[in-house]
């Protein structure tokens, strides 16, 4: 997507998108940031190589803290880390070129709370001050969070009928709902550290239904009324 015409110099409204696979995250961000000249929608994927870079060469301190503390990082876990401080450079590159609307699908949030489910690393000082620099720097960007979610035998519909691969694609039902409550569980405990940054505020949408027209449409009223404090 091109850049909006002027408007460059004012910071954007960053909202992330949580919530499990399914509710519909990135269907409904698309959707607006294809309606909308001034909205952007940006996630932890398919970010430039020189943020990516830059951004792996901002870590290299953690990394190499985290190279010899008692559990390593393995390939995954660097590349989320990675991904993240790349996602922020692309967050501040779209707001100088003028977008209003951002929309964070897979952010912040969503990174730490899969460090929660996969690789939670509690008590090692080196993950304790990549973590609290995640929240005081992205806290102090996050505008809005809407949690968006749906009945369990709905995502698990969703996720195995979406053309695109997930590690749950195919397992059990129960085995699908175990891993979507334990995102939940995870939000719940990420979320109000960036809430305890400053007064961001919190919304849930529900998008069990099957119109995802009225979905955006939700979304688009839930951030319009965050903007004017309601």
Request: overall charge positive; glycine content about 8%.
């Amino acid at each position: 997507m091109g850049a909006p015409n002027g408007g460059a110099g004012a910071r954007p409204w960053l909202v992330e998108l949580g919530g499990p696979a399914g509710a519909g995250k990135s269907t409904i961000s698309d959707a607006i940031a294809l309606a909308s000249p001034t909205a952007r929608d940006l996630s932890l994927y398919g970010l430039p190589k020189r943020f990516l870079l830059l951004s792996g060469l901002a870590l290299l301190p953690t990394l190499l803290a985290a190279a010899f503390s008692r559990h390593p990082l393995n390939l995954e876990e660097m590349a989320y880390m990675i991904r993240l401080g790349a996602l922020m450079r692309a967050v501040r590159d779209a707001g100088r070129r003028g977008y209003r609307l951002i929309l964070i699908d897979e952010g912040p949030i969503f990174a730490l709370s899969w460090f929660e489910v996969n690789a939670a690393r509690n008590g090692e000082r080196w993950w304790t001050r990549w973590r609290n620099r995640v929240v005081t720097e992205w806290g102090a960007m996050l505008d809005g969070i809407v949690r968006m979610d749906a009945a369990d035998s709905v995502l698990t519909r969703r996720i195995r009928t979406r053309p695109n691969p997930h590690p749950v694609k195919h397992l059990k039902d129960r085995e699908v709902h175990d891993f979507e409550a334990s995102f939940r569980v995870a939000f719940d405990r990420v979320v109000p550290a960036f809430v305890a940054t400053r007064p961001v505020p919190v919304r849930t949408l529900r998008t069990d239904g099957s119109h995802v027209e009225n979905s955006i449409h939700l979304l688009r009223r839930t951030i319009e009324e965050m903007q004017r404090g309601n």
